[in-house]
């Protein structure tokens, strides 16, 4: 594997941002408030797709984000600063939550100073998650950076911050600390595979089995979680779905590496890909302000949307996560043009 440039990198954050998208744009069509009379044939036309196809958007996005990280810290010596990275990720991060979760509040009639200051506003809880789990491998990384035996270090952690987020909703909930122990798993999972790229590939691609075990396991956890469940509660139920999230997420990281090993990385460095992985970050942010507005009561009175949604259950959804893709992609490149704009989501 090439050790100098990550070029699965720019595939799965641009996968990421565009599955994320779809999610909620499928799922918007089987919320009553938006289209109350195809609700239900939304619902069970797109739940499966939905729960199998899309369902793991977040612990791929969170993965990938720590594994950055990891590769950089490991292998290239980067962010050995704690108090300058932190000040960084306060800037990277916790700015950009601000900057745009005051304005989406303020025209969406959602204005709340709790969620605001609680860092929990609709899907902006990301950005403040995300910068919990920088500040604390940080701070891990400290204290264990001298310790002997850092691979059973790691072990442990890895394996208790799995069992962790299986515990019920921490209570304390200041600028989305709370969501750290939910998803500082998927994070620390990405800094162990890249701190242990080549081994853990290498590891994969010894075992042939895992290529169809994962995504077997993967359905069969879905299944499950769809049929039995119909979703999350409860230690156990958490557990299989969690299961079935580790099962795929490394399925498709091995699967892109793979890829790259065996037909070259020029592939990953078509504009499409391209641009999807440089303005990923951007389309996160937009596209769950965007996509409620396109499907709004007035834009219901603009134009015979909920005609459209009944008569073509297939083309309409397709093509509502398509613009709202576009749209979320222009607004970032826009955004970008600024300075101001770069240095929050550049």
């Known amino acids: 594997m090439n050790k100098e440039r990550l070029y699965e990198v720019d595939v799965i954050r641009g996968l990421a941002a565009a599955l994320v998208v779809f999610f909620h744009a499928y799922h918007m069509m089987y919320v009553p408030a938006h289209f109350p009379d195809t609700v239900q044939v939304y619902r069970e036309q797109y739940y499966w797709f939905n729960s199998i196809c899309l369902w793991f958007h977040m612990p791929i996005f969170v993965f990938i984000s720590g594994g950055v990280y990891g590769y950089l810290y490991s292998q290239k010596g980067k962010y050995r600063n704690t108090l300058l990275f932190i000040w960084n990720k306060v800037k990277r991060l916790l700015l950009p939550y601000i900057v745009f979760a005051i304005p989406f509040m303020s025209t969406t009639n959602g204005w709340s100073w709790q969620n ?12 403040t998650m995300l910068f919990w789990c920088f500040v604390f491998i940080a701070l891990v990384n400290k204290i264990t950076s001298r310790m002997p035996w850092s691979g059973c270090v790691e072990g442990v952690l890895l394996l208790g911050s799995f069992f962790f987020m299986l515990l019920p909703k921490a209570p ?34 010894k075992w042939r089995i895992l290529l169809y075990l994962l995504p077997a396991i993967y359905v069969s956890c879905m299944w499950y979680m769809v049929t039995v469940v119909g979703d999350y509660g409860g230690n156990f139920k958490c557990f299989i779905s969690e299961m ?76 509502f996560s398509l613009l709202a893709l576009l749209i979320s992609y222009v607004m970032t490149k826009m955004v970008l043009l600024t300075r101001i704009g770069r240095s929050l989501i550049g």
């Not at 605001?116 to 950005?127: A, D, P, T």
Request: charge should be positive; hydrophobic fraction near 50%.
């Open 244 to 319: 079935g999230f580790l099962a795929i997420v490394l399925w498709i990281w091995y699967i892109i590496c793979l890829a790259i090993d065996k037909f070259g990385h020029g592939w990953t460095q078509c504009k499409l890909i391209k641009e999807l992985s440089t303005c990923s970050f951007g389309i996160y942010i937009f596209h769950n302000w965007i996509e409620p507005y396109m499907i709004s009561r007035t834009a219901q009175k603009l134009l015979p949307l909920a005609a459209w949604a009944a008569e073509h259950t297939v083309l309409f959804p397709l093509v």
């Open 116 to 127: 605001l200051w609680g860092g929990n506003y609709s899907h902006l809880w990301f950005l």
């Open 172 to 205: 304390l909930n200041v600028m989305g600390v709370c969501y750290l122990y939910k998803w500082f798993f998927w994070f620390y999972l990405g800094y162990v595979v890249y701190s242990h790229r080549d081994t853990v590939y290498g590891l994969i691609r």
